[in-house]
């Protein structure tokens, strides 16, 4: 079954209503703060909002005398608040205890993947994080709207077999 991108996005949008969050986007430094505190890596948050990571250290740490990190743009704080809007949906799903280790965590797709929810929101497809955090579609539909080759783009020739010992080995793949 297909299911086309602008329902998964009308879904997504009636989840986070980013409405709720417009008083903390005045203020990056809280949104920064509290990512942080969830347990996300620098890196990660910059990956999702494309702001460098020494601007978000500067902005972290409050007023700062450098002018290209002095003032998050409206843009800015609108990335931040919507990573933290999708941080509080994620976090009423009661089996997430973890919020930043779902985010780095791959994507269960057969073949498997790399590609993470943080790489999903990297790539504007927040619609995607939303649709893997309910499971509707199916992870392999997600994974076909995101990117339509990565079935061949991941394919190893490798694979994971139990040995005589029953310890798991790798090995390469039998030809068919």
């Known amino acids: 079954m ?24 005045n203020n990056p430094e809280q949104v920064i703060s509290i990512l942080w505190i ?5 890196r990660d948050i910059s990956r999702m909002t494309q702001i460098s ?12 005398i450098s002018p290209e990190t002095a003032m998050a743009t409206k843009e800015e704080r609108t990335k931040l ?4 809007a999708i941080c509080d949906t994620v976090s009423r799903n009661n089996t997430i205890g973890d919020i930043a280790a779902w985010f780095e965590t ?12 943080i790489d999903l929101i990297e790539a ?25 080759n990565w079935r061949t783009q991941y394919q ?8 005589g ?12």
């Open 124 to 148: 504007n497809r927040d619609e995607l994080v939303f649709a893997c955090l309910t499971g509707y579609p199916p992870n392999e539909e997600i994974m076909d709207a995101y990117n339509p």
């Open 81 to 84: 608040v919507n990573i933290l």
């Open 156 to 163: 190893s020739d490798f694979e994971v077999f139990e040995a």
């Open 2 to 25: 297909h299911h086309d991108k602008s329902n998964i996005r009308n879904r997504s949008e009636t989840i986070v209503d980013l409405g709720t969050y417009n008083k903390l986007g």
């Open 165 to 176: 010992d029953g310890i798991k080995s790798i090995r390469f793949k039998k030809a068919k």
């Open 106 to 117: 791959p994507i269960p797709t057969e073949p498997a993947t790399p590609i993470t929810p």
């Open 38 to 42: 969830l347990g996300f890596a620098w």
């Open 53 to 64: 990571v020494p601007t978000l250290k500067a902005w972290k740490d409050g007023p700062t």
